[in-house]
T-cell receptor, first 114, second 115 residues
């Protein structure tokens, strides 16, 4: 398995509170991604990073921000959590761009916003 | 924007039955195609992938998929399923010139195999 950890693995929080999820990799891969998984929608890309301090938006970026100050860490922040952000969040990494480079996924974080 | 459709949302099979899960995508250019599997409580794992060449791709655990360009399809098959194949299966597409290597996923097909 690729060296990807996510923390926390489970979190319950209240509407309006800030939440930060962490993805940590030991593979020194350049690309990192945050997806959310919801029933019937598969996985949808929130944000991705193509290097330290280089990030871009994905399909469902509203309400989320990211930061990457080190190669190994990619943080996802919900500035003010809402119930619609209740989901399972997966981090993924990829060595490089281009279809030859598959994405490896972390174990996921289950977030519940009450 | 491209989209990926998996028309079978839930499939129930008995052991030893044959499996075919449909996947269609809407992107008109060259694509890279993937099937991922998620076993209960686990993260996504790559089953197989297609980049170029032989449109019939073989993956792990006896799975295969066929890329039919004219139909924009990449269906997943297995001749004889086992109880351990119970999982959710996701098709994903990556346009060939996608600078960010981003994947667009289908909604998933939940497979239950009865022993």
């Amino acid at each position: 398995d690729a060296g990807i950890t996510q923390s926390p693995r489970h979190k319950v929080t209240e509407t309006g509170t800030p939440v930060t999820l962490r993805c940590h990799q030991t593979e020194n891969h350049r690309y990192m991604y945050w997806y959310r998984q919801d029933p019937g929608h598969g996985l949808r890309l929130i944000h991705y990073s193509y290097g330290v301090k280089d990030t871009d938006k994905g399909e469902v970026s509203d309400g989320y921000s990211v930061s990457r100050s080190k190669t190994e860490d990619f943080l996802l922040t919900l500035e003010s959590a809402t119930s619609s952000q209740t989901s399972v969040y997966f981090c993924a990494i990829s060595e490089a761009a281009g279809g030859l480079y598959e994405q490896y996924f972390g174990p996921g974080t289950r977030l519940t916003v009450t | 924007a491209q989209s990926v459709s998996q028309h079978n949302h839930h499939v129930i099979l008995s052991e030893a039955a044959s499996l075919e899960l449909g996947c269609n995508y809407s992107y008109g250019g060259t694509v890279n195609l993937f099937w991922y599997v998620q076993y209960p409580g686990q993260h996504l794992q790559l089953l197989l992938k297609y980049f170029s060449g032989d449109p019939l791709v073989k993956g792990i655990k006896g799975f295969e998929a066929e890329f039919i360009k004219s139909k924009f399809s990449f269906n997943l098959r297995k001749p004889s399923v086992q109880w351990s194949d119970t999982a959710e299966y996701f098709c994903a597409v990556n346009p060939y010139n996608n600078a960010g290597n981003m994947l667009t996923f289908g909604g998933g097909t939940r497979l239950m195999v009865k022993p």
